[in-house]
Each structure stands twice: as structure tokens, then as C-alpha cells.
């Protein structure tokens, strides 16, 4: 299958086909030096995959995690590429998760000016998500994607057979985030979530997110109104994720799309619908409630970069496929957490 994500002359197509990876070359121009990076923890067979169909190739492997989402990494890849004697003209290749994604999309976008970037996204979270819509960054210390850019793939190739590896919680965890664009706007989807072999229609899932999030992209490419939708369950997702305990460990220990499952549950007005959703997720196996510090999380969504004077937007699910954004005062999350006025 394939989609076109329509954005003039950015615009590119997604390959969603199993053994995609393999055929890069039917898709791609990779005549020309290309810089494969890759992170420890992906199996490193995917990046010699991609690297056997090159003519001059240079797989650049980092250490697996967020951690690699740093200045210093970032300068080392950079540095690799210019040993490696990169031109204008030649290719970043990602293979791996949203990490190895944002990274390398944000090395392609200031080497020389921006160079061609391909993602070929290797994770549940990174296929339905992270890797369409051209947002790259790397993290300052404790700061998410403080430091990033708009930079569209030239192509993403999306090879679901790459999952077989990916460890099950992973692989929940990244359906979080299209069970977010069935609330949002896919009833159908959200009926597959509710009674479908989850496995079984993986190919059907992923089409489906990533049908929705091109349509958010294609109308909002810079996250000036149509993508905040997106933003669905981020709020208070992002807040939990936060959380430090002592030693700046994460007390919580969740993965982000399991906060994002948290996030969502109280923006869902229709009682009958979160029902249905916290069913879902005991299906999928995502976490129906933990035991975050409620005061924490409201100290962290009060620094959150996106709640500026006082004020703060958030999406709220009236019923099932349909949303709308509503900027409150931060208090306003206060009973929306369950915590008193
Ligand atoms: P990740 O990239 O860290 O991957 C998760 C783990 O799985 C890693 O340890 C990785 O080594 C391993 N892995 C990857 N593919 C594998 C495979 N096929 N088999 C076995 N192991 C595999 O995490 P993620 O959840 O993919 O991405 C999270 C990142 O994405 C965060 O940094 C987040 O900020 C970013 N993100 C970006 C956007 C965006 O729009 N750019 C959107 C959402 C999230
Ligand atoms: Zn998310």
C-alpha cells in the first residue's frame, strides 16, 4: 500500500508493505554515499539490509534509549557523516524507533543546510507516529525535543515484518497512540481495538493511523491548529512521564504511549466511551490507572512548554470520532486529575 503525504513541494510517499525494507532501492535513489544510522538495541540485521542495496554506505550505530537523543550524540553522528565526506547531495537513512528517527532526521536537516532524509521506522510508535509529519529534535538534559526542526522525509518505508523483534510491551505501547486516532476520528479502527485479532490486523492498524495522522499533517504541516488534535491525551501524559523520583529516576516507569493511555482517559466526556476504552485497554494490555503522585504531575504540566500564561489547550473527546480543543486555565487540570479544587 501506498500513501502520499500531500504537502507541495515536500511532499513523499509512505510504503506500508511487509518486506518493504528489502526493496528500498525500488522506491529510492541510493546511488550516491549514505549514512545509515541505526540504535544498539535494533536488530542490526535491518540496517544492513538497507546498507547491502547502497553503493557506498555507512552504518552509523548509536547506543540504544532517549539518552541518544542528545547534543553530544548528535555531534557525533555529524561528525561521522563529514569523515564519511557527505555531499549536498546524499542520504540519511533512519532504521530503528522515534529515537533513531528524530535524531537522524535532525542531523539530515542541519548537515550542510538539510540533506535527503528516508525513515524506515522499526517500532509500533514510530510507524503510526513519530516518523510521517517531519518533526526532528534531539532533548537538553532533561528537556524533550527542546532542540529540533520541520523536516520532511524525501520517504518512509514502513516494513511491519520488522515488529516480529520488537518486545511486546514496545509493541503495545505504540498502539496507544492509534487507539488515540480511533477516539479522535476512526470508529472503525477503534472497533478492531474493541473485538479484532490485534496481530492478525497489525497491517489494518497501522494503515489507518497513519491515514489519519497525514490527513492532521497534510491540513497543519507546523502545529499552528489542525495538530493539536494530535496532542490528545498528551497533557496529562506528559506530566506523568515526567515525574522524577529521587535521583532524577522516573518514579512511574512507564513508556509514553502507556502515559498517553492514562492521559486520554479523563479527556473522554461520554462515560459510556471510557468504558469501552478502559476495556480496550485491559485487552491490549495498556495500564488502566498507576499510582502517580498527583501533585507531581500537576507541578511538571505546569511547566509544560505548551501551557503559557496560565492558560492551556486541551483536547477533549465529546464521543467516539469526534474532538474538539478547549484552552483552560492550568487549574483546570486540577479536577481533570481527580485532585481536588
Ligand atoms: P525507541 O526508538 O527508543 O525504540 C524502543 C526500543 O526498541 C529501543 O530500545 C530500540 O532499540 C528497540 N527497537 C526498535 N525497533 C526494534 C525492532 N524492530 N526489534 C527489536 N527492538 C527494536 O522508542 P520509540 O517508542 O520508537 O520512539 C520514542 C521516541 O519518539 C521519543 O524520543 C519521542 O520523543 C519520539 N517521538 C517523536 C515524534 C515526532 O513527531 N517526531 C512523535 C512521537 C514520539
Ligand atoms: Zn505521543
Request: hydrophobic letters at 40%; proline letters at 4%; charged letters at 25%.
Amino acid at each position: 500500500t501506498k500513501l502520499t503525504m500531500n504537502l507541495g513541494e515536500r511532499s513523499y510517499d509512505i510504503i506500508l508493505k511487509n518486506g518493504a525494507l528489502e526493496n528500498l532501492y525500488q522506491f529510492a535513489r541510493l546511488d550516491r554515499r549514505v549514512a545509515v544510522v541505526t540504535d544498539a538495541g535494533v536488530p542490526a540485521e535491518y540496517a544492513q539490509r538497507v546498507a547491502d542495496q547502497c553503493r557506498d554506505a555507512k552504518i552509523i550505530t548509536v547506543p540504544q534509549g532517549e539518552a541518544s537523543k542528545s547534543m553530544k550524540i548528535l555531534e557525533s553522528v555529524l561528525r561521522q557523516m563529514l569523515e564519511f565526506n557527505m555531499g549536498r547531495g546524499d542520504l540519511v537513512i533512519a532504521v530503528g524507533g522515534g529515537v533513531v528517527g528524530d535524531l537522524a532526521g535532525f542531523a539530515a536537516s542541519i548537515y550542510m543546510r538539510g540533506i535527503d532524509f528516508i525513515n524506515c521506522p522499526t517500532t509500533t510508535l514510530s510507524m503510526i507516529d513519530s516518523s510521517i509529519g517531519g518533526k526532528t529534535a534531539v532533548d537538553l538534559g532533561e528537556t524533550k525535543n527542546i532542540v529540533g526542526s520541520f523536516w520532511q522525509p524525501k520517504l518512509v518505508i514502513v516494513d511491519p515484518s520488522t515488529l516480529a523483534t520488537l518486545p511486546r510491551r514496545q509493541y503495545i505501547n505504540g498502539l496507544a497512540e492509534s487507539v488515540k486516532a480511533s477516539l479522535l476520528a476512526d470508529p472503525e479502527l477503534f472497533a478492531i481495538f474493541e473485538k479484532g485479532d490485534i496481530d492478525e490486523q497489525i497491517g489494518e492498524i497501522i494503515y489507518r493511523s497513519l491515514r489519519f495522522k497525514k490527513s492532521i499533517v497534510e491540513q497543519d504541516e507546523t502545529e499552528h491548529g489542525m495538530r493539536k488534535a494530535l496532542n490528545f491525551g498528551h497533557t496529562i501524559g506528559h506530566g506523568i512521564e515526567a515525574v522524577k523520583g529521587v535521583k532524577g529516576r522516573r518514579t512511574v516507569g512507564l513508556y509514553h504511549g502507556e502515559c498517553v493511555a492514562l492521559g486520554m482517559l479523563p479527556m473522554i466526556e461520554s462515560k459510556a466511551l471510557q468504558k469501552r476504552v478502559r476495556a480496550v485497554y485491559r485487552r491490549l494490555g495498556l495500564p488502566l490507572r498507576t499510582a502517580y503522585n498527583k501533585d507531581k504531575v500537576y507541578a511538571e504540566m505546569l511547566h509544560d512548554k505548551k501551557a503559557q500564561g496560565g492558560q492551556i489547550t486541551v483536547i477533549k473527546v465529546p464521543g467516539l470520532g469526534c474532538w474538539r480543543a478547549e484552552t483552560i486555565p492550568v487549574e483546570g487540570l486540577r479536577p481533570l486529575l481527580g485532585m481536588e479544587d
